[in-house]
């Protein structure tokens, strides 16, 4: 869905981080220089923006109003 603002396991700030990460591996990047790079140095954080999926997209086009 939208990435969480702090890792779940270790409450390290990730949701700042994502827009940038995101931006460089579309245009081609290493994703393990990338997170590098912006000082993501844990495996629970590293796993949280590589394991992230967008869905947001997906469920707003099944969202009703009334």
């Known amino acids: 869905m939208i990435i969480p603002v702090r890792c779940f396991t270790c409450g390290a700030?990730?949701?700042d981080k994502w827009q940038k990460f995101s931006d460089r591996v579309k245009r081609g990047e290493?994703?393990?220089k990338v997170l590098d790079e912006l000082n993501?140095?844990?495996?629970c954080c590293r796993r949280m923006m590589l394991s992230h999926v967008?869905?947001?997209d997906e469920v707003l086009k099944y969202e009703t109003y009334g």
């Open 54 to 56: 967008e869905l947001i």
């Open 40 to 43: 993501i140095k844990r495996y």
């Open 30 to 32: 290493d994703p393990s």
């Open 13 to 15: 700030l990730i949701g």
